[in-house]
Nanobody, 122 residues
């Protein structure tokens, strides 16, 4: 069972960059899809990005396309979210989630991390 653990959040300014990391305190991410979601106060949870650990599938939410990049490091068993050109609207708690990769991804039944706060000041 994987258990995602996020790190790398913080307070940055409009236009800055930040990189979030997601590792697993349990088994490796092999055979899983790993995604990032975010939730701002008073808003619904929003899909940010996801990848297939063993494949070539990568997806992005419309609001982050061209600014955020998701990647993986097999040796470190980690998934990264590189966030560039950050905006105040990106302020949220960012969650890493891992779900078994059946070809279709069922995030609600996956393992979620505790989240890391990202705050972008204007």
């Amino acid at each position: 069972q994987v258990q995602p653990v996020e790190s790398g959040g913080g307070l940055v300014q409009d236009g800055d960059s930040l990189r979030l990391s997601c590792t697993s305190s349990g088994r490796t991410f092999s055979g899983y899809a790993v995604g990032w979601f975010r939730q701002a106060p008073g808003k619904e949870r929003e899909f940010v990005a996801a990848l297939s650990w063993n494949g070539n599938s990568i997806y992005y939410g419309d609001s982050v396309k061209g600014r955020f990049t998701i990647s993986s490091d097999n040796a470190k068993n980690a998934v990264y979210l590189q966030m560039n050109s950050l905006k105040p609207d990106d302020t949220a708690v960012y969650y890493c989630v891992a779900t078994i990769d059946y070809g279709s991804w069922f995030w609600e039944s996956g393992s979620w991390g505790q989240g890391t706060q990202v705050t972008v000041s204007s």
